[in-house]
């Protein structure tokens, strides 16, 4: 678990508001805020497959822009990035491979799901049936993808989406 994914945890262990899951209703103003804070439009970050790419290098930039700066993000400010990574994120799944948003208690359980069907879940080569498909946890792969930047690394956003594609695409088969 990353310094991010830890982060976005105990927000939540405190009952920090920012810590809490990310309600559906909420999406549009947390994509409306990251617009915003990455200086982007809606062309840029039009909740396309292919925008996720985009997202990922507007969020190199904001981190390089903040390593020249030297001026280091507060916890507070990190959280809020995550929700709003998690949401832009989340809605590309929601709306390009049929996902819905599901709300457990914090904003690291807040995820995407897959309903329908009969899924084969293959792990370790093992097969496991399930009646609902994978799930992705949206406050968890903002957080990894964060970290990924901050280390230096290509976090790969477009990923999440193949891989929802790839399975629903299986599921429907």
């Known amino acids: 678990m990353g310094p991010t994914e830890k982060l976005i945890n105990e927000f939540s262990k405190r009952g920090h508001p920012l810590g809490r899951s990310i309600s559906e209703e909420e999406v549009p103003t947390l994509i409306e805020a990251l617009r915003q804070r990455l200086g982007v439009s809606s062309r840029d970050l039009d909740l396309s497959p292919q925008s996720l790419k985009r997202l990922e290098q507007c969020l190199?930039?904001?981190?390089?822009?903040?390593q020249e700066q030297r001026s280091i993000m507060g916890e507070e400010e990190v959280v809020r990035l995550i929700r709003e990574v998690a949401a832009y994120i989340g809605q590309v799944l929601v709306i390009h491979t049929g996902g819905r948003w599901r709300t457990i208690h914090s904003l690291y359980g807040t995820e995407i799901v897959f309903d329908g069907g009969t899924w084969a879940i293959v792990k370790n080569n093992k097969v496991r049936w399930s009646s609902h498909g994978p799930v992705y946890t949206m406050g968890g792969e903002a957080a990894w993808a964060w970290d990924a930047i901050v280390a230096g690394r290509k976090p790969n956003l477009?990923?999440?989406y193949r891989e929802a594609r790839t399975r629903r695409l299986r599921e429907g088969s």
């Open 158 to 160: 477009y990923r999440l």
């Open 60 to 66: 190199v930039e904001l981190h390089r822009k903040d």
